[in-house]
């Protein structure tokens, strides 16, 4: 099962480099390993926009485009058994965070593609 | 949670850490059969105790801990048996400094160690079958159960495989070893072989609705993306990943909606899995910059990616397959591989070139029960008009072929009015 990874930092901090660092080398470790098929790093939220469908009607809202320039999530596609191994490894990476970087907060969003 | 859930998360969690302690545990104790059997004594015992004390923060240390426990009582024993006791003493003093490197070896690079690991568990001395087993428990982390539901075999069955292919290994001191330089082509020949058959059990499966069998492609898959990684400078390893990167990028479109197959011509492409074909090229470059175009499975990959890289059924450069499959039939003598590329001619410069090579297959012995040989000498003889002896060809097919859908298709073909 093919499952996607996106992961929103709760503030507009920027990682430490040892949290980089740790992070580079689970995803070294996940590449080798053959379950990590793709990746990119992502830019604070404010840098992107969202658009919605609420009541009919459609709206754009609009980063503010403040003066971030910092990457500060990312997403990943991964290749794995099950749901669970899939939650293993989202605990796994977040366990990276807290043990790296005290005081980050965020959210992991584990989503499962649809498909064979 | 229930206690189906529970334990399925724990068997998540150790298979995440079961590469890394099995190579760790194989290192210390120089035979891999045995580091397999503590790992799954450790997982044994996280069975036992995560299910009331919840599964650790560190659960690699955690399980690494118990396999080491275990490991030592293994050293003790086996020294017990071959040595003096005053060697015994000096040496589990030598395993105490050591101890400190096992923590450290969790996060070594382990490299070296699973491609050991791989190649013991492929060795060419255990029959086909057994490699893949051996294979997918060491390195795949699958169960004995799983491994028998995938293959549609009794667990007995392949329980005693891998037993029997472990005493193998160990008996013929075979337990621990990495081939040198020069053999390392000629071993690495018997690892592909068995990855590649682990995929086509899982790709070409007609039987078995469970998705075990769909998992032994994505297993398949993850052992060739792992090879690739540890050895990087074999361009054939990066044609089979090629090849099983673009076959499997075509699953969605393989079947319809009642199951029924779906042939490559008359896929709908918008269904092939883009990141999957971006994959396999990027592997097929790989091979180029590694000069290896000619190989076995990089001569398959590129004859694929023809096929994946055209928008349209239309738009495939079949002059470009027919020219791959000569080379790859002047590399391996194969009637198989002949008719495919008869296929291609036919394609490329019309029935008549193709039908010269197909009927040079009439009296090849590996093709006499083949319906496919049947089959396109059938469609090649329809094109050319010759019906009667088109018909006669899909009819001769059918009663060959293995199973009824393919039965139906022929006779439909048979009964097919001249176009």
């Known amino acids: 099962m093919r499952f996607m990874y996106i992961v929103t930092p709760a503030h507009p901090v920027p990682p430490t480099t040892e949290l980089m660092e740790a992070v580079h080398k689970l995803a070294d470790r996940e590449i080798k390993a053959g379950h990590m098929l793709d990746s990119g790093a992502l830019m604070p939220r404010t840098l992107g926009a969202q658009v919605r469908i609420t009541d009919g009607k459609l709206s754009v809202i609009d980063g503010p485009f403040v003066e971030a320039k910092e990457v500060i999530g990312g997403y990943a596609i991964f290749e794995l058994r099950d749901k669970e191994e899939a939650v293993a490894k989202a605990v796994e990476f977040m366990q990276v965070h807290r043990d790296h970087m005290p005081g980050w907060e965020g959210t992991c969003e584990v989503r499962a593609f649809a498909g064979p | ?419």
């Open chain 2, 1 to 419: 949670m229930t206690a189906a859930d529970i334990h399925r998360t724990i068997l998540a969690v150790w298979r995440i850490e079961q590469p890394r302690l099995i190579t760790s545990l194989s290192r210390m104790l120089r035979d891999v059969p045995l580091a397999e059997d503590l790992t799954q004594e450790a997982l044994l015992a996280a069975v036992e105790h995560w299910p009331t004390t919840g599964v650790p923060e560190k659960p690699g240390a955690w399980l690494m801990a118990i396999a080491k426990r275990r490991a030592l009582d293994q050293l003790r024993r086996r020294r017990m048996l071959e040595r003096k006791h005053d060697i015994i003493a000096r040496d589990m003093e030598q395993d105490q400094q050591a101890m400190p490197d096992w923590d450290a070896a969790l996060d070594d690079d382990i490299g070296d160690e699973l491609l050991r690991l791989i190649f013991t568990a492929c060795h060419p001395l255990l029959s086909r079958e057994a490699r893949a087993a051996l294979a997918l428990r060491m390195i795949c982390g699958l169960t004995t159960e799983e491994i028998a539901r995938a293959f549609l075999l009794p667990d007995a069955t392949i329980a005693q495989r891998i037993v029997r292919a472990k005493r193998t290994l160990s008996e013929s001191g075979l337990a621990y070893e990495t081939p040198r330089r020069g053999e390392l082509s000629e071993r690495l020949s018997s690892v592909l072989e068995v990855v590649y058959l682990i995929f086509n059990e899982g790709y070409t499966a007609a039987r078995g609705e469970h998705w075990l069998r769909p998992q032994l492609c994505h297993e398949a898959l993850r052992i060739g993306r792992v090879l690739t990684s540890i050895a990087p400078q074999e361009p054939e390893v990066h044609g089979l990943l090629a090849l099983m990167e673009l076959n499997a990028s075509r699953t969605a479109a393989r079947t319809d909606a009642s199951g029924e197959p779906i042939l490559m011509l008359e896929q709908d492409r918008a269904l092939w899995d883009q990141l999957q074909i971006r994959r396999g090229m990027q592997a097929l470059g790989r091979v180029r910059e590694l000069d290896g175009a000619g190989g076995f499975y990089a001569l398959q990959a590129a004859i694929i990616a023809c096929h994946a890289q055209a928008a349209t059924a239309d738009e495939t450069d079949w002059p470009r397959i027919s020219g791959l499959y000569a080379e790859l039939a002047a590399l391996v003598r194969s009637p198989i591989i002949e008719l495919n590329r008869a296929v291609a001619v036919g394609m490329a410069e019309g029935p008549e070139a193709a039908l010269v090579i197909v009927d040079g297959l009439a009296n090849e012995p590996a093709l006499k029960t083949y319906h496919l040989l049947g089959s396109v000498r059938g469609d090649l003889l329809h094109r050319l008009g010759r019906h009667a002896e088109a018909r006669a060809a899909f009819e001769a097919a059918a009663a060959l072929a293995g199973n009824r859908r393919e039965q139906d298709l022929l006779r439909r073909r048979a009964a097919e009015p001249p176009a």
